[in-house]
């Protein structure tokens, strides 16, 4: 049987990007600030960037003010998103319970056909729970349990 299995790396960059969202204001944060709120090493959590990057899910901007930002908005970026940007397409994680149902060699409907529209129903219930869920809920629900907000330490109030 496949196990669905959501890597470390998965994990961390969820977290991430619920770190963005909570804690920036709308301002590029630095990899080391997030790498120490979230405890993930700051080398492993760039590796995870260049992924989010190029999912389209995150920006960068050079500089002292720069770090890594939303290129959406919290409310548009679902955790499928990131589980898709990171792992691929949900069907693939699957595959082989998925594959178990193409095997028939004629057009006869066989128990495997019947087993393999279970798997695929399930890969539908997992993305509509994924992709039923924002980084604006993480949020939402951070505040709730009394998350405090910080910001980059280099931030300053200018008067």
Excluded: N
């Excluded at 080398?43 to 901007?61: H, T």
């Excluded at 397409?89 to 495997?112: I, N």
């Amino acid at each position: 049987m496949a196990a669905m299995r959501i890597s470390s790396k998965t994990v961390y960059a969820l977290r991430a990007l619920f770190d963005i969202a909570f804690h920036s204001m709308g301002r590029p944060t630095k990899v080391d600030a997030i790498a120490e709120r979230e405890e993930v090493p700051p080398r492993f959590l760039e590796q995870i960037f260049q992924d989010l990057k190029a999912a389209g899910l995150v920006g960068s901007k050079r500089g002292p003010s720069g770090g890594y930002f939303l290129r959406r908005s919290p409310a548009s970026v679902t955790v499928g998103d990131v589980v898709r940007a990171i792992e691929g397409p949900l069907d693939e994680t699957l595959s082989v319970a998925l594959e178990s149902g193409r095997e028939a060699k004629s057009d006869a409907v066989t128990s495997k056909c019947v087993t393999a529209a279970v798997w695929g129903d399930l890969v539908t219930g997992i993305e509509s729970v994924l992709d039923g869920v924002t980084l604006s809920d993480l949020a939402a629900k951070g505040d709730a349990l009394g998350l405090r907000r910080e910001s980059d330490a280099d931030f300053s109030w200018v008067i």
